[in-house]
Nanobody, 123 residues
Framework: QVQLVESGGGLVQAGGSLRLSCAAS????????MGWFRQAPGKEREFVAA????????YYADSVKGRFTISRDNAKNTVYLQMNSLKPEDTAVYYC????????????????WGQGTQVTVSS
């Protein structure tokens, strides 16, 4: 098992930046492929960014590509999401998650989830 805790959310103006962190504890962090999802009120949880199973590649939703960057520090058991050029439509609760599946874009293939952190972007 692994426990995930997100932090770093907050209120920013459009065009601003935030860096989200996801700290993991429990079973070996490196055994899981990590990803980020987000969910706005009344909408389905959607894929944002993820590592491949090997950790050598990254994947991004078209809506965030070029603005967001997923990274990790294995020594700290932490995954990050750097969010630049934020837009009001980025407003959502952001979740980190872990999987063993090669399918990175579907939330149903993730086994462990954090509690979420709120990101609000004002116009």
């Amino acid at each position: 098992q692994v426990q995930l805790v997100e932090s770093g959310g907050g209120l920013v103006q459009a065009g601003g930046s935030l860096r989200l962190s996801c700290a993991a504890s429990g079973r070996t962090f490196s055994s899981y492929a990590m990803g980020w999802f987000r969910q706005a009120p009344g909408k389905e949880r959607e894929f944002v960014a993820a590592f491949s199973w090997s950790g050598r590649s990254t994947y991004y939703a078209d809506s965030v590509k070029g603005r967001f960057t997923i990274s990790r520090d294995n020594a700290k058991n932490t995954v990050y999401l750097q969010m630049n050029s934020l837009k009001p439509e980025d407003t959502a609760v952001y979740y980190c998650a872990g999987r063993t599946s090669y399918i990175f874009y579907d939330a149903l293939h993730y086994d462990y989830w954090g509690q979420g952190t709120q990101v609000t972007v004002s116009s």
